[in-house]
């Protein structure tokens, strides 16, 4: 999944077109490595995004087949 869907569907971020704009200007990083809105997410990974001073950090844990109304968690935060 994009890493733009998946902040959106997560509810991290509200809107899909904000991920896609905060990926762009350099403020999501994954693993260490700033990454782009198209970046496919993974299991396992790390994320980073700058808010303003403020750093969200985030474990990817789950991502799931099809977005609904009943998913579990797909983060943990570091």
């Known amino acids: 999944m994009r890493l733009d ?3 959106k569907v997560s509810k991290v971020i509200k809107r899909r077109t904000i991920a896609n704009e905060i990926a762009d200007k350099g403020r999501v990083s994954i693993n260490g490595k ?3 809105p198209s970046y496919d997410v993974k299991v396992g990974d790390i994320v980073e995004i700058q808010f303003g001073e403020k750093i969200s950090k985030f474990e990817i ?3 799931p087949e ?3 109304k009943n998913m579990p968690e797909m983060i943990k935060l570091l």
């Open 34 to 36: 700033q990454v782009k």
């Open 61 to 63: 844990i789950h991502i």
């Open 66 to 68: 099809v977005q609904g």
């Open 5 to 7: 869907k998946f902040l």
